[in-house]
C-alpha cells in the first residue's frame, strides 16, 4: 500500500440551507452561532489535518436539544458533528463535507451516582477530570485516563483507553448503558444497570467506538471502581527500549495485576525533564503503578522489581506520596507537549498500533529503526502492558516531503501491526487518518459488514459523514 | 403485561425444497442427515418447549462445511439453525420454522494456543471442559463456566457467563475476535489478536450474544487467564436469603476480588444433599472461591469472613484441597439435575434476571414471597456477586395451568427486576422465551434499531429466524 494523502481529499460540500438555520436559529438563539471564530474552534483537533470548519455550531444543554438538531439535519440531508472538548488527534471533528457542530460541552452534568452499585450516569460533555473530582466523596474513581482530559462522550465514541487500562479495561469493558440520539433523531436507550445482560444485541458496544457515525450518545452510565486501599508508584530505567518490553511482557504473562505500566524511551524521558523540570535518567524507562491493599502491593512491586532486574532494571525509585505520585504522571501526561517543544514549530503525528504482546518488543524495535534511518525525529511513549505504543514523530508542517516520508513509516508501523494480528489503532479511533488501514486490518467481508450496518442505522448519512468508513 | 404463552407458537414452516437437499447430500454425503432421531435430537434444548425437529441437519467439519450450507439456505432462502451441544434453556435450537439444523459438534478442534499472549483460538464446537483440559500444560486456563458443560459457539453465542463472571467478565469480555460465517455465506473476521482496538465498529461484540440470528461463529478467540497460585474454597451458611445477599452486596462494593460468590437456597441445598450425598446444613448458603496469591487469597478470606459475621453468617467450612472444592463445585454443578430430582416427572423452568447489586436483596425476596404465595416448589442458585440470579420452578408438565401460574411469576420477576434498571436475561439469552420482555427493557426505539441490524445483516431472515427479535 502507498502511503496515504497526510491531508484529508475535501469532500463535496453539503450546505447548510437557510430554512434549516432559521429553524435553528430560532430554537437555539445565540446557542446557534456562525461566527468564524467558533466555525475555526469547531474544525480543528489535534490531528495533522489542516481546519475545516463546519457551517454552523450549536451549542446543546440537553438530550432534546441534540434530537432537535438531528432531527433537522435528518430532513434537509445535512451533516452532523458531535463536538466534546476537541482532542481528537485523528480528525474526527473536521467538517469535510460542512454542516452542523454539535457542541456537548454544556452537558456536563453528573447525573446520578449510585455509589452502591458501582456505577455513574453522566452527560457526555463531562470530562473525565471533573467526574473524578465530582465523586470523590464516594470513594470511588473511574480509572479510564488517555491523558488528555477528555470528554466522556468523546472517550466513549473513540472507545479510549490510556494508562490504566491494562489493570480496568477500555471504554468497552466500562461503558454499560447509553442514551443515543439517532440518525432520524429518535432517543433511544441502549444497556441496563446490571452488570451484565444477553438480552438481544450489544447495542451499547457497537455505539462505544462509533466515532459519532451511527449516532450521538447523550448520556452514558459507566462503572465505578473502589479507590484502591493502597497505591504505589514507581520508575525504573533499563538498557534499552527491548528490555523495558520483555520486562513488561514477563510481568503479564505472570498475571501481575499492575495497574500502570508505561513505557517512555529516552526521547520522551529528555522531554519531559525539560518540560517538568525533572531530573531522571535519561534512558528508557517504566513508569509502573500498583493498586490493592497493603500487603497487595508490596506483593506485586516485589515480584515485579525480580523481573525488572533480570531484564538490567535499575533499582526502583518509588513515589509512595501521593504527591510525588501526581509528579510522575503529570510529566507522564504532558510527554506530548513536552516532545513537541523539543522541535519548535514542529507537528507531531502519533502513531497508535497495538499487537498481542509477545510481538511487542519487535514491533516496537523496527518501527525504531525505520524511524533511525529516515532521520525523522520521534519519540515512544506507550501502554505496553496493553501491547500498545505511541511512536510519535516530530515533523515540519511545512515540508510536504517530510509530511510524506512520515506517513510512509507510519504505513509500515501499521501494516508490520497487522501481520503480527495487531490493530492500527489501540485507542485514538480511526477519524480520518486510518481509514485508508482498515480494509487491511478486517478484510473485505468485515468491511462490508461495517458498511451495511451504517447505512442501515444512518441511511441518510449525516452521522459524522465521510469519517471511519468510505461507503 | 399478560404472561406469555408459554409454548412458542408454531411458525410458517419454510420447507428444503429437495434440490437443496440433494446439493447438501451430494457435499455431504452421511453427514447430512433426515433421520428421525437425528431430526429430534436437534429440535430440543433444556428449554421449557416441546420439541420442533429441523428437517434436515448437516455435520459440519470445517468454516467451508459451514458457509456451504448457509449459501445453499441464501440460495433456497431457507432456515439454518447454529446447534452446539444442545444446552439452551431458552429454546434458542428449536426449528420453528423448519430448516437446517447445522450440527458444529465436530468442529472441536483447539486451533492455537498462544500462551505467551493469554489467548487460545478454538472451533465453535470445543466444549469449555474439553479446552481447559487441552490447556492445562500451558499453566494457564479459560474461567467461565456457565455449569453446563457447554460448548464455546453456543456460549459465545448466547453471551454466557456463570460462576467465575464475578472477577472475570462474560463472553463478552472474553472474546476477542471471530471467524463467523454471514448470512451470505460469506466468511469475515472481527477483532484481532491485540488486547484492545478503536479501528471501527465492534463487531466482535455484535455477534457474541446475537444467538445465531446474524451468522454462524467458526472460530473463536478467547481470553486466558493464568491459573493463580493460590485457590480456596469456602462455604458459609445464613440465617435467611437476605443475609446471605445483603454480605455479597458488601463483599463486591468493598471490591473484594472475589472469584466465585454463589448463592444457594435452602432448598437448593437440600436437593444437592440428597443428590450428591453430601450434609450441608439445610439453610441459605454461599459458595465462595478466592483466586491470588497465598497471602492475598488469606487477606480476601479475612475480609469476607468479617463480612459474613457480620450479617450473621456461620463460620466458613473449607475446601482446601483439589478434591474437596471439586465435590463442591460439582454439587454446585448439579443443582439443576438435584432440583428436577426432587419432584419426580417434573420440568424445570428457570428463571435469569439481573439487577444493580443494591437492588438484588429486594428482587430476590419480592420473587420468593410471590412463589410461596402460589404455592410452586422452586429453588434459588444466584451468581450474586454479579446481581444474577435463577429462581427455578418445579412444574408438572401435564399442568397447563401450573405452567401459566409459573409463567406469571416469571413475568413479575422480570419486570421487577427492569423496574430496578436490570435485565430479563443476565446469561441465559433471549432464545424463544424472553422475547416478550425486550421491549420492556429496551424501549421501541432501540427494538427498532435492533431490527435494522436484523435486517441489514440477514435480509432473508435465514439465521435462525424467529427467535430473539420479532420481525
Redesign the interface.
Known amino acids: 500500500m502507498n502511503a496515504p494523502d497526510p491531508h484529508p481529499i475535501v469532500q463535496a460540500m453539503r450546505p447548510v440551507p437557510s430554512a434549516m438555520l432559521d429553524a435553528l436559529r430560532a430554537r437555539f438563539g445565540e446557542r446557534c452561532s456562525t461566527a468564524q471564530a467558533v466555525r475555526e474552534q469547531h474544525g480543528r483537533d489535534e490531528s495533522v489535518y489542516p481546519m475545516m470548519p463546519p457551517e454552523v455550531v450549536v451549542f446543546c444543554e440537553s438530550t432534546d436539544d441534540v434530537a432537535a438538531v438531528v432531527k433537522l439535519a435528518d430532513l434537509h440531508e445535512v451533516p452532523v458533528i458531535p463536538f466534546g472538548v476537541g482532542s481528537s488527534v485523528e480528525g474526527h471533528l473536521l467538517a469535510i463535507q460542512g454542516g452542523v457542530s454539535i457542541d456537548l460541552s454544556r452537558m456536563d452534568k453528573v447525573l446520578a451516582v449510585?455509589?452502591?452499585?458501582?456505577?455513574v450516569t453522566v452527560q457526555p460533555g463531562v470530562t473525565r477530570e471533573q467526574l473524578n473530582r465530582e465523586i470523590r466523596d464516594t470513594g470511588l474513581f473511574f480509572p479510564i485516563d488517555p491523558g488528555a482530559n477528555a470528554s466522556i462522550g468523546g472517550m466513549s465514541a473513540?472507545?479510549?483507553?490510556g494508562t490504566n487500562?491494562v489493570r480496568y479495561?477500555?471504554m468497552?469493558?466500562n461503558v454499560l448503558a447509553l442514551q443515543v440520539v439517532?440518525a432520524s433523531g429518535?432517543?433511544?436507550?441502549?444497556g441496563?444497570?446490571?452488570?451484565?445482560?444477553?438480552?438481544?444485541?450489544?447495542?451499547t458496544?457497537?455505539y462505544?467506538?462509533?466515532e459519532g457515525t451511527?449516532g450521538v450518545m447523550t448520556e452514558i452510565t459507566l462503572k465505578l471502581?473502589?479507590l484502591?486501599e493502597a497505591v504505589s508508584a514507581a520508575i525504573c530505567q533499563f538498557p534499552s527500549v527491548d528490555a523495558a518490553v520483555r520486562a513488561t511482557?514477563q510481568i503479564?504473562?505472570?498475571?501481575v495485576p499492575i495497574a500502570r505500566c508505561e513505557l517512555l524511551d529516552a526521547n520522551a524521558v529528555r522531554a519531559v525533564n525539560k518540560h517538568d523540570k525533572l531530573n531522571l535518567q535519561e534512558s528508557p524507562m517504566l513508569l509502573m503503578e500498583f493498586h490493592g491493599?497493603e500487603?497487595?502491593v508490596k506483593?506485586q512491586a516485589e515480584t515485579v522489581q525480580e523481573i525488572a532486574k533480570e531484564f538490567g532494571g535499575t533499582d526502583f525509585q518509588w513515589a509512595t506520596t501521593p504527591e510525588e505520585r501526581t509528579r510522575l504522571w503529570t510529566a507522564r501526561h504532558h510527554a506530548y507537549f513536552a516532545a513537541v517543544q523539543t522541535r519548535p514549530g514542529c507537528r507531531c503525528q502519533a502513531g497508535?498500533v497495538?499487537?498481542?504482546?509477545?510481538r511487542l518488543a519487535e514491533c516496537i524495535d523496527a518501527a525504531m529503526s525505520d524511524s533511525e534511518a529516515h532521520g525523522v525525529p520521534y519519540w515512544i511513549v506507550g501502554h505496553v502492558g496493553?501491547?500498545?505504543f505511541h511512536l510519535s514523530w516530530l515533523l515540519d508542517p511545512n515540508d510536504a516531503a517530510e509530511a510524506q516520508r512520515v506517513e510512509e513509516l507510519n504505513v509500515r508501523m501499521v501494516q508490520r501491526?497487522?501481520q503480527m494480528?495487531?490493530?492500527?489503532?489501540?485507542?485514538?479511533?480511526?477519524g480520518l487518518h486510518?481509514m485508508p488501514?482498515?480494509l487491511g486490518?478486517?478484510?473485505e467481508?468485515?468491511m462490508?459488514?461495517?458498511r451495511?450496518?451504517?447505512?442501515?442505522?444512518d441511511p441518510k448519512n449525516i452521522m459524522n459523514p465521510g469519517k471511519?468508513?468510505a461507503l
Open positions: 449510585h455509589p452502591e452499585d458501582l456505577t473513540t472507545r479510549a483507553s487500562a479495561g477500555t468497552r469493558e439517532t429518535d432517543i433511544i436507550r441502549t441496563t444497570r446490571a452488570k451484565k445482560s444477553s438480552a438481544g444485541y450489544d447495542l458496544r457497537l462505544v467506538g462509533s451511527l471502581y473502589p484502591p511482557i503479564i504473562q505472570m498475571g491493599s500487603s497487595g506483593e497508535d497495538c499487537v498481542p504482546i509477545s496493553d501491547g500498545n501491526a497487522q494480528e495487531g490493530t492500527c489503532t489501540g485507542e485514538h479511533g480511526v486510518k488501514y482498515l486490518e478486517h478484510g467481508g468485515a462490508a459488514v461495517m451495511s450496518l451504517k447505512r442501515a442505522l471511519m468508513l
